[in-house]
């Protein structure tokens, strides 16, 4: 069983960092690839990091590229999102998620999510 805790977000000011966690209290954490995911108010849930098992591969969306970095630490079942030069428009709610695949970029493609957490960038 998989179940997701994402923590980290908060209130910050445009050009600001945070990082975000996601911890999994199951047993077969290293077994699925991971995503964050983010959805701002009247708009779909769009994929913004995405990495595999072993962390070897990633898949970032241009509007994140060079600023958001994912991560993750099979030893702690903890997956991370360091997000650097925050802009208002990366304001919304967070979302972690687990897939069978071994990685994916497409919200249906994954089988387990957190319940999110705020992230707000004031200009």
């Known amino acids: 069983q998989v179940q997701l805790v994402e923590s980290g977000g908060g209130l910050v000011q445009a050009g600001g960092s945070l990082r975000l966690s996601c911890a999994d209290s199951?047993?077969?954490?290293?077994?699925?690839?991971m995503g964050w995911f983010r959805q701002a108010p009247g708009k779909e849930r769009d994929i913004v990091a995405a990495i595999n098992w072993s962390g070897g591969s990633t898949f970032y969306p241009d509007s994140v590229k060079g600023r958001f970095t994912i991560s993750r630490d099979n030893a702690k079942n903890t997956v991370y999102l360091q997000m650097n030069s925050l802009k208002p428009e990366d304001t919304a709610v967070y979302y972690c998620a687990a897939t069978g695949r071994t990685i994916a970029a497409i919200s249906n493609e994954y089988d387990y999510w957190g319940h999110g957490t705020q992230v707000t960038v004031s200009s």
């Open positions: 199951g047993r077969t954490f290293s077994s699925y690839g």
